[in-house]
């Protein structure tokens, strides 16, 4: 699976929009960029996927560059409930369909 | 709907011991992965299971064991408990695996196992 880089820490204030990216410059043609959320003491939540096309959903948008190589995901009006480490991870469509976690982006929702 | 059920949520074993944590997955869901996380890190896959068969092995130790039922509910067994293996163990579940894949798995809260 492709190896992914994401920044440590970030802040963003509550009610504007979280862009939260991520590079994956070895990502091949079969692989799929998935993000995930983990909030404290719970399991990893999916938030969305995609290949090459944007992506969006009622948690978020996903937006991936035409050379695939970086994504952006997008929480559009942040809430201090979506402070939490994000997860961007890189995965085959089929065959080894283990989850390959990095160390996450911590994301602090200010008030 | 109900999402993945882990059970127990924590336990407290002593080294050598041997524990069994259990996962009923998400109704429908075939495919059941366990994954180990460490404080302050990111999930480690451990097995995946489909059908009640192996799919998936990460890089942990023989100690390490799991099954799957007829149900798709799923145990992970480990044996020779270490203090090192004190962790989160989580328990995901996806609709189906291989050709029909690209599904995302859905995970539960995990079993905090604590090693004395």
């Known amino acids: 699976d492709a190896k992914t880089t994401q920044p440590t820490s970030m802040d963003c204030a509550e009610g504007r929009a979280a862009n939260l990216p991520c590079n994956h410059s070895?990502?091949?043609?079969?692989?799929?960029v998935y993000w995930y959320r983990q909030i404290h003491s719970q399991g990893p939540q999916y938030i969305i996927h995609?290949?090459?096309n944007n992506e969006t959903n009622e948690m978020a948008s996903l937006i991936i560059t035409e050379d695939r190589k970086s994504s952006t995901l997008i929480l559009p009006h942040a809430t201090l409930r979506d402070t939490a480490v994000y997860y961007c991870?890189?995965?085959?469509?089929?065959?080894?369909?283990?989850?390959?976690f990095g160390t996450g982006t911590r994301l602090t929702i200010i008030p | 709907d109900a999402g993945v059920t882990q059970s127990p949520t924590h336990l407290i074993k002593t080294r050598g011991q041997q524990v069994t944590l259990r996962c009923s997955p998400i109704?429908?869901?075939?495919?059941v992965s366990w994954y180990q996380q460490v404080l302050g890190q990111g999930p480690q896959f451990i097995f995946q299971?489909?059908?009640?068969?192996?799919?998936g092995r990460g890089n942990f130790p023989d100690r390490f064991s799991a099954r799957q039922f007829p149900n798709y509910s799923s145990e992970l067994n480990v044996n020779a408990l270490l203090l090192g293996d004190s962790a989160l163990y989580l328990c995901?579940?996806?609709?189906?695996?291989?050709?029909?894949?690209?599904?995302?798995?859905?995970f539960g809260d995990g079993t905090r196992l604590s090693i004395l």
């Open positions: 995901a579940s996806s609709l189906d695996f291989g050709f029909r894949g690209n599904q995302p798995q859905h």
């Open positions: 995609g290949l090459k």
């Open positions: 991870i890189v995965r085959v469509n089929f065959g080894n369909e283990k989850l390959t």
């Open positions: 070895t990502i091949s043609g079969n692989e799929y």
């Open positions: 109704s429908g869901h075939k495919s």
């Open positions: 299971y489909y059908e009640k068969e192996e799919r």
